[in-house]
C-alpha cells in the first residue's frame, strides 16, 4: 500500500503563493501575518494545501509564561488542504511544516468552534491543549466580507469611505447603521507545542501558565473549501 509520504511531500513556498489560497479557500477569507509559509504538494508538483506561522498578537506572550520574547512565539495561523484530501493528510502536512521550523520556539494555534473544528490534527500531531481562549471576541460582516475588528474605527474605517460615525453610539452601532452584521464568537480551542534543544523546552515548561488539559471531542463540521486556486495550474 502507497503510503502518504509517498504521494506527497512539503516544502517552504513563497507566502505570495499561499494568497488565493487564504482569501479564496480558507474560511476566514483574510491574510494573516505570515513569517513562514508551507506548500502540501503532491507526486505531480500541484499545490494541494497551504500552511502559514506568523507572528501572534501581543497578548500572546503575557498569558502563555513570564519573562518570553515574542520572537519566543509562532501562531500558526492558517491550515488549509483540498476537500476529499485522504485520512491523515493534515496531520502528515503540519508535522513535516513543524520539523522545517529550526531554533527554540513556543507554537500557538486555536481551533475555532465556531466552525465546529476541535483540532484533531494538532491532537494527532501532539500539540498540548491549554483550555479556552479568545474569549469574547466578535466577526464584524458587510457584504459578505469579513472586517478584521484591528482595522474597525472611525479614523480606519468610516471616514476613509465617507461613512457616517455617531459618536453617541457604540461602534457595533455605528457598524450595524451602514449595514453591517455583528456576530459574537464562542472562545476557541487553544493548542500550543514547545520545539527546540531540550533546556528549552524544560524551562518553558516550567514557567508555563497555563494548564494542560486533556483533548477536546466532538463531531467536526467540513466548511466549504471547493474553490480551486489559480495558482494550481502554475506549479505544474
Keep these: 500500500m502507497t503510503s502518504i509520504k509517498d504521494k506527497y511531500h512539503v516544502q517552504s513556498i513563497k507566502k505570495q503563493l499561499t ?3 487564504l482569501l479564496n479557500k480558507h474560511y476566514a477569507h483574510r491574510l494573516p501575518s505570515i513569517s513562514y509559509a508551507f506548500g502540501l504538494f503532491n507526486n505531480e508538483n ?9 507572528m501572534p498578537p501581543l497578548t500572546s506572550v503575557s498569558f502563555i509564561c513570564d519573562d518570553i520574547r515574542m520572537n519566543d512565539i509562532l501562531e500558526l495561523n492558517r491550515l488549509c488542504i483540498n476537500d476529499n ?38 491532537q494527532a500531531t501532539n500539540w498540548l491543549y491549554t483550555g479556552l481562549g ?10 459578505n466580507k469579513e472586517i478584521h475588528s484591528r482595522h474597525l474605527n472611525k479614523l480606519e474605517y468610516f471616514i476613509p469611505q465617507n461613512l457616517k460615525y455617531n459618536e453617541s453610539i457604540t461602534l457595533d452601532q ?60 502554475e506549479l505544474f
Design 85 to 122: 484530501s485522504e485520512k491523515n493528510v493534515g496531520s502528515y502536512f503540519v508535522s513535516n511544516t513543524i520539523k522545517m521550523l529550526s531554533g527554540n520556539i513556543i507554537l500557538l494555534s486555536y481551533a475555532d468552534k465556531n466552525q465546529n473544528h476541535h483540532g484533531y490534527i494538532y
Design 174 to 233: 455605528n457598524f450595524k447603521n451602514i449595514g453591517g452584521e455583528v456576530i459574537k464568537n464562542l472562545p476557541k480551542y487553544r493548542y500550543i507545542m514547545i520545539i527546540g534543544d531540550k533546556r528549552f523546552k524544560r524551562t518553558i515548561k516550567n514557567k508555563l501558565k497555563l494548564e494542560i488539559l486533556s483533548y477536546p471531542k466532538g463531531d467536526n463540521k467540513r466548511y466549504d473549501a471547493s474553490y480551486k486556486p489559480l495558482i494550481q495550474a
Design 46 to 54: 500541484v499545490l494541494c494545501g497551504v500552511c502559514t506561522y506568523g
Design 19 to 21: 494568497y488565493d489560497w
Design 134 to 143: 479568545s474569549i469574547g471576541t466578535k466577526t464584524y460582516i458587510i457584504n
